[in-house]
């Protein structure tokens, strides 16, 4: 059972980023996997879930229109497309298996982190 993040990095306001999740067969066979956030001195939050099942795609408000959740089953791998950038989404960004009711929640499993820093 494994999920494993990476793709973070500095990228000016307004610009883009592309994380990566390597996940488990396992995992990807049987869980939504998806993405959360935690910024210096708040609590972590969920960013976007994509479902096992059908593919639906799911995410908190502040992101809506510029991040694109997406899955590639034959590279194991879960992408977040970062797009339009704000220093406002400088966290550490996790990979996590996931679910979704109103808002993106976790359902236990949990990569490590990648910074992803937004300032000119």
């Known amino acids: 059972v494994q999920l494993q993040a990476s793709g973070g990095g500095l990228v000016q306001p307004g610009g883009s980023l592309r994380l990566s999740c390597a996940a488990s067969?396992?995992?990807?066979?049987?869980?939504?996997i998806g993405w959360f956030r935690q910024a210096p001195g708040k609590e972590r939050e969920g960013v976007s879930c994509?479902?096992?099942?059908?593919?639906?795609?799911y995410y908190a408000d502040f992101v809506k229109g510029r991040f694109t959740i997406s899955r590639n089953n034959a590279k194991n791998t879960v992408y977040l497309q970062m797009n339009s950038l704000k220093p406002e989404d400088t966290a550490v960004y996790y990979c996590?298996?996931?679910?979704?009711?109103?808002?993106?929640?976790?359902?236990?499993?949990w990569g490590q982190g990648t910074l992803v820093t937004v300032s000119s």
């Open positions: 067969r396992f995992l990807l066979d049987y869980y939504s």
């Open positions: 996590a298996t996931c679910g979704y009711s109103d808002s993106v929640y976790s359902t236990g499993y």
């Open positions: 994509i479902m096992s099942s059908d593919r639906s795609t």
